[in-house]
């Protein structure tokens, strides 16, 4: 990656990315910039599991000789995917979610 271009690394709220050692951390190095997810951002998780997909689809079993043939692999598989998008579309309704959500603090206060 080019030294003069800024990086924008987008992270969840966990205090890990607030300490006194990280905040330090960037501080020397101004080209880095932190963006905090919203607190309970589900789209996050679509995120992580497009992440997922490309790490089980094009990467997993994949034998990559260099940074550059691992680059190459990830490249292809957005060649791919970009062929025919398709968006995450989210299956459970939002009582249905709630439900779940329900029956597992239901188990936990009862254990």
């Known amino acids: 990656m080019p030294s003069d271009l800024d990086v924008h690394l987008i992270v969840d709220n966990y205090a890990t990315h607030k300490t006194a050692l990280i905040r330090n951390w960037l501080a020397k190095r101004p080209r880095f910039h932190l963006h905090f997810t919203p607190t309970s951002a589900s789209w996050l998780n679509l995120v992580e599991r497009w992440f997922a997909l490309l790490t089980e689809k094009q990467l997993r079993r994949g034998v990559h000789q260099s940074s550059g043939e691992?680059?190459?692999?990830?490249?292809?598989?957005?060649?791919?995917?970009?062929?025919?998008?398709k968006p995450f579309v989210w299956t459970k309704t939002a009582d249905q979610i709630l439900a779940n959500v329900a029956r597992f603090c239901k188990r936990t206060l009862d254990t």
């Open 70 to 85: 691992l680059e190459a692999a990830i490249y292809r598989y957005l060649d791919i995917t970009n062929e025919d998008p």
